[in-house]
């Protein structure tokens, strides 16, 4: 699907505005009244209002092995031929790889195993309105609960996109998308980042 080439942006390095933060460490959302939150119960989880992921994926392989969230192939599909891929295993929010193209200013994928608490999307559920302003679920892919959030709505300014995976009830994974300049305005990087998050479960599926 060579029509996706180029269409994505520099990855969790580029969504500072998202996470609130502006010294270029790489994180994908702004957690700190997640963090401070102790992780309830298994039992009790997923909170009020929270879509329950009734068939739980490991994903161990892939916080070991982040990069492995998309095959080489995929990423060729997404960025084009001279996509470089950047794993981060030590990420301060959890395990990440980030897949970018150096020539072009703003084109890339990022996806984090998010592990600073064991809420999965109970955590963003409970900062909508609040640390997230900026909060839309959308569609479940294949019965796994899929949700945009940010504190900043910047879709059509920046064409930019963070999308959280349900994986479990106590885990997601954080799927940033950020489109090239020529495509801000013209597509829905919360869009593309849905399309992103189906390849990544597919994926994920698959290792189990």
Known sequence: MRG???LLG???LVLTACTGRTDGTALP????SQSTTASPPDDTLPGAGVPKVDNPIDISHFQQLPCDSLTPEQSKELLGPDVTTNPAVDDEAGPTCRWNVPAVSQAGVGVTYFKTTRLGLTG???AKDTVYPFFEPLEPID???TVAFGQIDERSTRGRCL???GTSDTQQVDISISLSEAKVGKKDPC???HDVAAKVLDNLRKAR
């Open 143 to 145: 019965g796994y609960p």
């Open 10 to 12: 520099t990855s969790l």
């Open 4 to 6: 996706m080439a180029f």
């Open 163 to 165: 999308l959280a995976l």
């Open 124 to 126: 963003i559920y409970r």
């Open 191 to 193: 869009a593309a980042a």
């Open 29 to 32: 959302s702004s957690r700190e």
